[in-house]
């Protein structure tokens, strides 16, 4: 009833308040968010990255996110592949990816880029991994393999390069999409958003972003991420405006744009 939902909600409200001035007191302390509060540096840190994905709970301008990442990345990955030497002594390969999907929130196609590099050459079994490869052989050396949870989240990375929802409700595509996959051009059909279906192309000639979009979306305006800094902007339809240097807001209208980067 109305009752214990108010109470559910209050609950949750202290919990959420008691968890955030816990996560500022560590971070103010360490520079990024630990294993616990009586735990410092160790891999099993991986574990803050679902603040991002899936939860959404933090975003892409949250420093305790992206602070925590970058500690996560120069301790424990080699090569782009996150090495959880707490209990599995493997690289974890869903692990690696929840690492990137926090350097695609950010923008960052240099890591995003190297974590898929290192993921594709590390395949244990046809388009497969193992949960954890072996340090020693590159091969499985832990869990299932093929994984599910590391087939089911090679998909979520995949299809959120091309578009991902945001924390606060809008829809982002293109964001940490590897430069040198853009260069080559890409598309995708039909795909599926929480805002509803959408397809488009995209291609990157030295500094300029051409992408065409066919949309149904709910939403008034969609958000593109570049690779470089944007210096100008042109569309067929509707307003545009640029919300960082490397991300613009567009109108769902617009079926043709054109980005020129510095």
């Given at each position: 009833?109305?009752?214990?939902?108010?109470?559910?909600?209050?609950?949750?409200?202290?919990?959420?308040?008691?968890?955030?001035?816990?996560?500022?007191?560590?971070?103010?302390?360490?520079?990024?968010?630990?294993?616990?509060?009586?735990?410092?540096?160790?891999?099993?840190?991986?574990?803050?990255?679902?603040?991002?994905?899936?939860?959404?709970?933090?975003?892409?301008?949250?420093?305790?996110?992206?602070?925590?990442?970058?500690?996560?990345?120069?301790?424990?990955?080699?090569?782009?592949?996150?090495?959880?030497?707490?209990?599995?002594?493997?690289?974890?390969?869903?692990?690696?990816?929840?690492?990137?999907?926090?350097?695609?929130?950010?923008?960052?196609?240099?890591?995003?880029?190297?974590?898929?590099?290192?993921?594709?050459?590390?395949?244990?079994?046809?388009?497969?991994?193992?949960?954890?490869?072996?340090?020693?052989?590159?091969?499985?050396?832990?869990?299932?393999?093929?994984?599910?949870?590391?087939?089911?989240?090679?998909?979520?990375?995949?299809?959120?390069?091309?578009?991902?929802?945001?924390?606060?409700?809008?829809?982002?595509?293109?964001?940490?999409?590897?430069?040198?996959?853009?260069?080559?051009?890409?598309?995708?059909?039909?795909?599926?958003?929480?805002?509803?279906?959408?397809?488009?192309?995209?291609?990157?000639?030295?500094?300029k972003l051409t992408i065409t979009i066919h949309n149904q979306l709910t939403l008034p305006a969609l958000?593109?991420?570049?690779?470089?800094?944007?210096?100008?902007?042109?569309?067929?339809?509707?307003?545009?405006?640029?919300?960082?240097?490397?991300?613009?807001?567009?109108?769902?209208?617009?079926?043709?744009?054109?980005?020129?980067?510095?």
């Open positions: 009833g109305v009752d214990s939902y108010t109470e559910l909600q209050a609950e949750y409200q202290n919990y959420h308040n008691d968890l955030i001035i816990s996560i500022n007191k560590l971070f103010k302390k360490h520079g990024y968010l630990p294993v616990g509060p009586y735990r410092e540096c160790d891999s099993a840190m991986i574990a803050n990255m679902c603040a991002w994905h899936p939860t959404k709970i933090f975003d892409s301008e949250n420093e305790v996110l992206i602070k925590t990442a970058d500690k996560i990345y120069d301790e424990f990955t080699q090569e782009g592949g996150f090495m959880h030497e707490v209990a599995w002594n493997c690289y974890g390969t869903y692990l690696t990816m929840h690492l990137a999907q926090t350097y695609l929130e950010s923008n960052n196609q240099q890591r995003v880029s190297k974590i898929i590099d290192w993921l594709v050459k590390h395949q244990t079994c046809p388009m497969g991994w193992a949960e954890g490869v072996s340090p020693q052989t590159m091969q499985g050396g832990m869990g299932d393999s093929p994984h599910g949870w590391a087939s089911a989240d090679w998909i979520h990375l995949l299809r959120n390069l091309f578009a991902c929802e945001t924390a606060d409700g809008s829809l982002k595509l293109l964001s940490g999409f590897p430069i040198k996959l853009l260069k080559n051009g890409i598309a995708t059909s039909n795909m599926k958003t929480h805002f509803g279906p959408i397809e488009f192309s995209a291609k990157l000639v030295e500094k958000r593109v991420a570049t690779p470089y800094s944007i210096s100008s902007i042109k569309t067929d339809k509707g307003e545009t405006t640029i919300l960082t240097d490397k991300e613009v807001q567009i109108s769902k209208e617009a079926k043709k744009i054109t980005i020129n980067m510095a």
